[in-house]
Structures are given as C-alpha cells and as structure tokens.
C-alpha cells in the first residue's frame, strides 16, 4: 500500500503549483516581499512557516470539536501565536544574526493569511491527519514560492548564494565583474520582489490558461 | 521585381505560419501595404499610427543632432576648459566632438531599437499578432535620457525590463500605463545608481578618469562633469554661475543626459508637435506653469529668510523661478515624455491637472530629493499612475453636472412647427 492515498497526496502537491497560497491565492504577500532579499532569509522563513502551519492545523483539528465557533479566531490566535514564539526563541538561540536579518517578520507570521486561513478553512473541519497534510503543503507551496524569489533576488541584486560569492567578487573585480558586470540594485529593494512574483503568476498563468480569472 | 512585390510574395508564403507576424512586421515597416478595405466606404485619417510616431521621430531628430555633438564638446571642455570666444562651427559643430559623438551616443540608439524590437518581434510572434510600432519612439527617447557613459549591456537589459515589464505585460502599445521610455530610465536609476547620478557620469570618460586618478595615475587630466543642478545641490551657485551662463543653459551647452540639455531645440520640438497636432499643449503649458509655480514658492521661501544660507537646500530653492525650465530635463520631459498620449490624461481638464502637477512635482522632487537633484522622470511616472484616476473624476464631474442640468431643466413642449408652445397656466 502506498503512504499516501492519492487524495492526501493531492493534500500536499496541489498548493505547490494549481492552488498555490501565493500565486494563485495571493495570500502571505507581505512577508513574501519583505525578507526574500536573501535565499538564508527565505529558507528560513518556509521552514519556520512549515513548522508553525504543520503543528498549528493539528493542534486546531484536534481541538476542532471543543472550539465554540463565537471565539474560534482568539483560540486560532493563541495557538499560532505561541507556536511562533517558540520559533522565535528557537532561532534566536541557534541562528541570532539571521533572527536580526529577519527581524518583526518572524514575529508576523502570526498575522499571515495563510495560516489563518487554512485553520478556518481546511483545520476546522477536517482530521488531524489530513489538517497536517494540508498545512505542510500550504507552508511548502509557500516556501516553493518565497525560495525563487530569493534565489534571483539573492542572485541578481548580490552576486552570491547563501552568502557564497557566484559571480566573482565586485571590488577586486574578479570572476564576471572584470567584463563590467554589475550588481543589480534594483533587486534588494522589495518592489523587485512584487515584479519576480508577477512574472512567476504570469509564467504560470500563461502555461496553464485554466487558471486565468474572469472578469 | 521589386524589393517592395518580393517582400509581399515572403510575406504571403509564411501567411498563417508561426513567423508570420515578424514578415508583416518588416513589410509594414518599409511600405504601407497593398490591400485596401474591401467592403464599406470608411473616411481614414492620414495620422494613423505611424504618421503619429514619425512626426514625434521627426521632432527628436534635432535633439539627437545636437546631443551628437554636445557629447564631444562637453568632453573637450571638461578636459581643455570652455572656449573663451564661443563661436558655434569652431568650437561647436567640429568633427573630433562629433567622434565623440558617434562612438557614444549612436550605439546607444543601436542597442536600444535592436534590443527593444527584438523584444517586440519575439512578443509578436508569441501572441500571433502583428507587431505594434510602439516602439519606434521610446526607441529614440531611451538614448536621449542616460548619461553618455552608459554601459550598453544595462541599456539592453533596462530595454528588456521596460518593454516587457512596462508595456507588454499590459497587452502591448496603447494599453501601458507607464511610460516605457521612463520606466527603462527609472529601472537605470534604481538597478546600477552609480552610473545614473552623482557628478562623474554626465561627461564622456570623466568617471573612468576618476577612477584611474584615484587608482594612483598621474598623467590624466580630471573631468569634472557636475550638472548644473548637481552644482547647485551642493550649495556652489557662484561657482556654477562663474562657467555657465543662462544662454549656456538654453541652447544646451551644458552637461547633462544625452539628449535632454537643449532647452531651446525642445522648445522648437514642443511648437512642431503642436502646430502638427500630435501633442496636447494644454499638457505642455500647464506643466510650465505649475514648474514656475512651485519655483516661485520656493523663491518665497527664500526670500522670507525661512531657509539660511547654510541650508543644504539653499542653492536649489535659492535659484531662479524660471531657469528651472532651461536646466536639467524639465523641457525635454515636458515636450516628449509628459504629452505621451498613451499614459498622460484624456480629457481636457485632466490634462491641465496632469500637467500642473508634473511641472509642479518635479520641482519639488529636484530641490528636496537627497540623493540626486532631479525629479522629472520621477515626476511624471508618478502622474502616469494617476492619470486614470483623473480622468475618472472629471467624467464623474461632467456626468454630475449635466444630471444636475437636466433635472432643474424647463421642458417647453412645442408645436408642429417647432415654435414654443405658451405654457397653459395649470402645466407649469
């Protein structure tokens, strides 16, 4: 028997293309735009946005029963809240220079509408087991999303990869630089960030027209 | 047979293939074609696209002419001093700055229509339809707004960002809301500002000068290229004023981007395109006067003493109302940037708010930006933004008044023959 059904494989695969949070939902702009200057940022991001979505829909499902619906939004608040905190503490221990880089927004991911919106809509009335299948693969259609845009941005507006020089170095002017290449300056200021997520909506758009809206 | 029969039979042959387009393309490009309108009678105007695009090419030349020669005198006067006798064919118009000229300035152009046709002919191709002579203007205006030293691998890649980015992902020409010869500028500005702005890019060689002076070479002369503006943002005034004069600054004679210095041939191009009905005057005026306006503002605030002398915006608020018009790239903005009609404002009234507000914020974006003293690229894709916006709101106030109109309207019924009807008492 396989590990997954193809329903729960479909759980996790469908938000990383047909149904991504970002592209197609265009939900957790903010945070998309905001720390994707550097591909560590970004990493890091989806895999604390993992973390707290995967923990966070099993918590709410299995809590789902016992929530009265008048106050679902301040027990949805308490559990991502705490969860983010704990991601918080975390990197601040292990990783204190990236928790800077990544400064208020790890705190926000409290505030990301994806998270919220996959408790109200899928961990509310589904089993646990399928709530963790589809917060994982909501996070990770997120981070698919967070880390391109890293990586060009990174590529483009730097030079480096995870810090790793790629092009040369630009002040001894080794490697590409000593042609003349350039950093591109433009790519570390968010509105970079917009234009790559529109030309990755428009790409995906054009390879499948069923995605288009109407209006 | 001829090239123009050839081209068609080409042009027939790919009928309905993958390529088509880019055949129609140059067919279309070199000869208004064969095939009239088949059933119907239509009136056509004469001005259509392309006469259009080509009136605006036609007013562009001049500029282009005189920029080829200001680049190789800005560069001889960096390095030899201004002449002291300045007679136009002797110091002007001579072969070595035309070299300057020619080496700079025309591959820029190159780049530019190469690069941004390319991008037309591929888009074409891929949306099956035929190619847009959107192009064909931006093409002339990119070259005439970036410093002469400009790299031409960053014109070719802003070419691509500002055709793709500022115009096909809209649907192509006519469906922009940005400028794309302000946006490639604009993308220039914030990808690689150290080649955009400063005082070392406006002048040929005068940074790659620096930086071999600054790398311990001896044996070069410095260039100092400061635009007239740039001066003044330093608080220079006297020393700007000391090498050029105010007719400098209007016949263009200054340093500066390639093709914006010449206040005087943008005013000539400005009157062409307006006797030529190509572009709206009530959009180039009001521009002028909201410049002058918030000129004298800043005057004003000179002269009441509220800015000293120590101020870093003293020299830029400090300087005459009306020079704003003659430095920098206010004309040229004004005359071929601002009247686009894609992206500027439809409707009358719009216009004059449009073009208020640009000439009014691109002065106030020089005086107060930090980084760099100039404003009118800015300016004006800012007002490209809300044009719509505009227009919007004086249909709505049309539409407002005339229901208004309508409803406080006397109805007088008539007879037969038209005469009003007295109204019977009990009627009114």
């Not at chain 2, 005189?66 to 190789?72: D, V």
Request: some cysteine; overall charge neutral.
């Amino acid at each position: 028997m396989a590990l997954l059904t193809k329903k729960d494989a479909g759980l996790i695969l469908d938000p990383l293309a047909d149904n991504n949070p970002i592209t197609i939902q265009v939900l957790g702009i903010c945070s998309a735009l905001a720390i994707t200057a550097e591909l560590e940022a970004s990493i890091v991001m989806s895999i604390a946005v993992i973390f707290v979505l995967g923990v966070g829909n099993v918590v709410i499902s299995l809590m789902r029963n016992i929530i009265p619906s008048k106050i679902r939004i301040i027990v949805q608040l308490i559990v991502v809240a705490t969860l983010v905190i704990v991601v918080d503490q975390v990197l601040k221990a292990f990783a204190y220079e990236l928790s800077k880089t990544l400064g208020a927004f790890v705190g926000l991911i409290i505030t990301n509408c994806i998270i919220m919106g996959r408790f109200e809509a899928f961990a509310l009335a589904n089993g646990p087991w399928k709530s963790f299948l589809d917060g994982i693969g909501n996070a990770l259609g997120y981070g698919v999303i967070l880390i391109i845009v890293g990586f060009f941005r990174e590529l483009l507006g730097s030079g480096t990869l995870l810090g790793i020089p790629v092009f040369g170095d630009p002040i001894a002017k080794t490697g590409l630089y000593q042609f003349g290449y350039e950093n591109n300056g433009f790519m570390i200021i968010p509105p970079a960030a917009l234009i790559v997520v529109g030309i990755i909506i428009w790409v995906q758009r054009s390879r499948n027209p069923a995605l288009v809206e109407e209006n | 047979m001829s090239l123009k029969s050839k081209l068609h039979e080409t042009k027939m042959k790919f009928q309905g293939k993958k390529m088509a387009p880019a055949f129609n393309a140059i067919h279309t490009f070199l000869f208004a074609p064969n095939e009239t309108t088949h059933n119907g009678s239509h009136v056509r105007g004469a001005d259509d696209l392309k006469r259009t695009m080509n009136t605006v090419i036609m007013a562009l030349v001049p500029v282009l002419i005189f920029s080829i020669f200001n680049a190789g005198y800005q560069h001889y006067a960096g390095l030899n001093g201004f002449p002291e006798n300045f007679s136009l064919m002797e110091h002007f118009l001579t072969w070595e700055n035309a070299w300057i000229g020619i080496i700079k300035v025309l591959p820029l152009l190159a780049v530019s229509y190469g690069v941004g046709l390319l991008v037309e002919f591929i888009f074409a191709v891929i949306k099956g339809h035929e190619v847009e002579e959107g192009y064909l203007v931006t093409g002339i205006l990119v070259p005439l707004i970036v410093p002469v030293d400009t790299p031409l691998w960053m014109l070719a890649v802003a070419v691509v960002f500002g055709v793709v980015i500022g115009k096909e992902v809209f649907g192509g020409t006519g469906m922009n809301i940005l400028n794309p010869a302000l946006t490639i500028r604009a993308f220039l500005f914030f990808a690689y500002p150290t080649w955009m702005s400063g005082d070392k890019v406006w002048v040929h060689q005068a940074r790659e000068r620096s930086e071999q002076i600054l790398a311990g070479a001896t044996d070069i002369d410095a260039i100092s290229g400061e635009t007239i503006l740039g001066y003044l943002a330093q608080n220079k005034g006297a020393a700007m004023e000391a090498k050029y004069t105010v007719m400098d600054m209007f016949w263009g004679f200054v340093p500066g981007s390639v093709g914006e210095t010449s206040a005087f041939l943008c005013l000539l191009g400005g009157l062409f395109l307006i006797f030529s009905k190509i572009a709206s005057w009530r959009i180039m005026v009001s521009a002028v006067i909201g410049s002058l306006v918030m000129g004298l503002i800043f005057n004003g605030v000179v002269d009441q003493g509220w800015i000293g002398e120590t101020s870093k915006f003293y020299g830029l608020m400090s300087f005459d109302y009306w020079k704003h018009l003659i430095v920098g790239g206010l004309a040229f903005g004004i005359v071929y940037m601002a009247t686009d009609p894609v992206t500027g404002a439809q409707t009358n009234r719009g216009k004059w708010i449009y073009g208020f507000l640009i000439g009014f914020i691109s002065v106030m974006i020089r005086v107060f930006n930090p980084a760099y003293p100039e404003g009118v690229f800015l300016a004006i894709l800012l007002m490209n933004v809300f044009a719509p916006t505009i227009d919007h709101y004086v249909i709505r106030g049309n539409v407002n008044r005339r229901m208004k109109r309508l409803k406080n309207a006397v109805v007088h019924p008539k007879d037969s023959d038209g005469k009003a009807v007295e109204l019977q008492a009990e009627t009114v």
